[in-house]
């Protein structure tokens, strides 16, 4: 008799999918996972937030069926991406995989360059073996993947393209409905020149079905990609619009992390995140106070977040 799958997923549609591979999807806390099994290695990409590394790792435990988890491949190191990193490493001796951009800050644990410290959230040390550089051919559950360069919403991510299944692994470079916030715009470093490349360059491939780090997996890459770019000129036309919609996402991040939390409490945090500082800065020119209180009364009124008394809770 098969074992239930851990509860905490949003889903997994794997049936979609050539016989070996899992795609697991999460929430907006945690990226999505893609497993790859059958023949080659038994590797998964992308392994979450810490807070759900337990959850991870049994959920890869129930796919493997008592086989190890040989390699492990991040897309990018977002905390989201690769916070369960640690937890799958103590658990099998897998290979790890990272961009080669970020041997570097990895190596030393610069918590700054990997933009930990930054947004105000966590990852525990790990460690990598190889990297991952564009133009390489991956050898996955007895398929052909070609490593692509993804800047935009990081300058070191990659997606993943299998031309045979008319597959993509599309990490944050492109969702069903947009894109991850372009981290680097948020400090008047360029990024949207980037971001447009690589919607380009998915747009120049064969693909049938996307698996995106967030969100469901998806058929219309016509229409996701339609709705990428416009929002991507409306970013460009609205580079204020962009600097709202990061500080109310890692705010919603935050919230999703911690579920509930005393309001003043929340407004006072927001300050002290040194990326939104930046961000306030640059583009909006609030105080701290504000800028905390604006972001939790978009919320709310998105219905992303509700008020309990002086608690704020996610929605």
């Known amino acids: 008799m098969t074992a239930a799958l851990p509860v905490g997923l949003a889903g997994d549609a794997s049936h979609m999918l050539p016989a070996g591979m899992h795609f697991i999807e999460r929430d907006w ?3 999505n996972g893609v ?3 059958g023949d080659g290695p038994a590797t998964l990409i992308d392994s979450g937030y810490h807070k759900h590394r337990h959850l991870v790792r049994d959920v890869v435990a129930h796919h ?5 988890l040989e390699q492990l491949i991040c897309t ?4 989201d991406h690769c916070g369960g990193n640690a937890e799958l ?3 099998w001796p897998c290979q790890t995989w990272i961009p080669q951009g970020c041997a570097q800050a990895v190596s030393a644990w610069d918590e700054d360059a990997l933009t ?9 040390r790990f460690g990598f073996d190889a990297v991952l550089q564009a133009g390489q051919v991956l050898h996955l559950a007895g398929l052909q993947w070609q490593v692509i360069s993804a800047a935009g919403h990081d300058p070191d991510m990659m997606v993943l393209y299998c031309e045979s299944q008319r597959l993509l692994i599309s990490s944050d470079a492109l969702w069903e409905n947009g894109f991850g916030i372009l981290f680097p715009e948020l400090d008047g470093v360029p990024a949207i020149p980037a971001q447009r490349a690589i919607l380009q360059r998915i747009g120049s491939l064969a693909i049938d079905r996307v698996l995106p780090g967030h969100g469901p997996m998806f058929t219309d890459v016509q229409g996701a990609l339609q709705r990428a770019h416009s929002r ?13 919609y990061a500080v109310k996402a890692l705010v919603k991040f935050r919230l999703l992390e911690r579920e509930r939390i005393h309001e003043q409490e929340a407004i006072n945090e927001v300050g002290q995140v040194p990326l939104l500082a930046r961000a306030n800065a640059r583009h909006l020119h609030l105080t701290a106070a504000d800028l905390g209180r604006w972001a939790i009364e978009a919320l709310v009124k998105a219905g992303a977040a509700r008020r309990e008394g002086d608690l704020l809770v996610n929605s």
């Open 64 to 68: 493997l069926g008592g086989r190890p």
């Open 35 to 37: 497993l790859l099994l």
């Open 232 to 244: 991507l000129d409306h970013f460009e036309r609205d580079p204020v619009g962009h600097a709202r």
């Open 89 to 91: 490493q103590r658990t």
């Open 29 to 31: 806390l945690s990226s």
């Open 76 to 79: 990018h190191l977002h905390s």
């Open 116 to 124: 930990f410290r930054d947004t105000g959230q966590q990852c525990e």
